[in-house]
């Protein structure tokens, strides 16, 4: 099944951008390793990174296609900023449910500034992982492919 790794603005900086908060990986490294790992789960993963609200949008609204015509499986989203500001965001998660969408964080975003401990995408979302580094998205690949499996673990 296929995945789509999505991630938000100023990813694309990852490796330069305060590595002290969110490591020195760069994004194409990130994206190879999700690869590598869906591939250990036999999943397909897709990645796709945009600093622009609108292309994210778009991507969500694809994979909710995709997904009601049985060929996605769900996404891993860093929504990065964009969690504590966006509406549009929620109402594009909310509006192709029951696509999972499973949010993703670098860094702790409770243990930082008081704006960023609200998230728009987390009452919408299948779950979140947070705080785990690049961890956190192969904890996610691994969430879908169990939800997949018909492997739910209880809350």
């Avoid at 020195?24 to 790992?37: N, W, Y």
């Avoid at 015509?69 to 449910?97: C, M, Q, R, W």
């Avoid at 580094?133 to 499996?149: E, F, K, N, S």
Wanted: aromatic share 6%; with cysteine; proline share 5%.
């Amino acid at each position: 099944m296929r995945v789509l790794v999505l991630n938000g603005p100023n990813l694309n900086l990852l490796g330069t951008r305060e590595p002290g908060v969110y490591g020195t990986l760069t994004l194409a490294d990130l994206e190879q390793r999700c690869v590598q790992e869906g591939q250990a789960l036999g999943l397909q993963v897709e990645c796709y990174q945009s600093n622009h609200e609108g292309a994210l949008i778009d991507q969500i609204h694809t994979w909710g296609r995709l997904h009601r015509e049985g060929t996605a499986l769900g996404v891993v989203f860093n929504p990065g900023a964009y969690t504590h500001t966006s509406i549009a965001l929620h109402d594009a998660i909310k509006g192709v449910e029951p696509l999972p969408v499973i949010e993703v964080h670098l860094s702790n975003v409770h243990a930082r500034e008081a704006f960023r401990h609200h998230s728009w995408i987390a009452p919408v979302a299948a779950g979140s992982i947070v705080g785990f580094g690049v961890d956190g998205y192969g904890l996610a690949l691994q969430a879908l492919a169990r939800r997949a499996a018909g492997l739910r673990t209880k809350p």
